[in-house]
């Protein structure tokens, strides 16, 4: 299992990155590498109900919103500095709703949100990642923005 993760990771690594950007930003490459130290620690727990490169993903997803829940409790801590600024606030207000936004969302709709939307792949593309049909892709897209506005709105 080691070096299947490790090609894994030496072929997705720059996806994986941009999908942990788009939660925590700069420290993407740390949360990346965590997860792949994840991948490896509890690669034994793998179904194979899913590719691996899904699982890595979903692994990343969960290392970012771990590593911004914990960034969160020290911005939170932080907050009672009077001298923080009102822009700073609404940023961290806007970042905190869409990341309780995502996980209103299944994993399935996630899935194909990020791989949609983040990494811009196609829906071909991710039916054949995910082995699902072509319309599923679709509607889940669908439903994932439709949640999203509504949560957001």
Request: glycine share 4%.
């Amino acid at each position: 299992m080691h070096e299947a993760v490790t090609d894994v990771y030496e072929q997705s690594r720059t996806q994986l990155r941009a999908v942990a950007a788009r939660y925590v930003g700069d420290d993407a490459e740390d949360v990346v590498q965590d997860a792949f130290v994840s991948a490896l620690r509890y690669g034994n727990t793998f179904r194979g109900d899913s590719a691996p490169l899904t699982w890595l993903y979903r692994i990343v997803m969960n290392t970012s919103i771990d590593h911004c829940r914990r960034r969160s409790r020290r911005e939170h801590a932080a907050r009672s500095d009077p001298h923080r600024s009102t822009l700073a606030d609404a940023a961290l207000d806007e970042s905190l709703a869409l990341r309780t936004a995502l996980r209103q969302l299944t994993p399935e709709q996630c899935r194909v949100l990020v791989m949609y939307d983040v990494l811009g792949h196609t829906h071909v593309e991710i039916a054949r990642l995910l082995a699902i049909p072509l319309g599923t892709s679709k509607s889940r897209l669908s439903e994932a923005r439709r949640r999203l506005r509504r949560a957001l709105s």
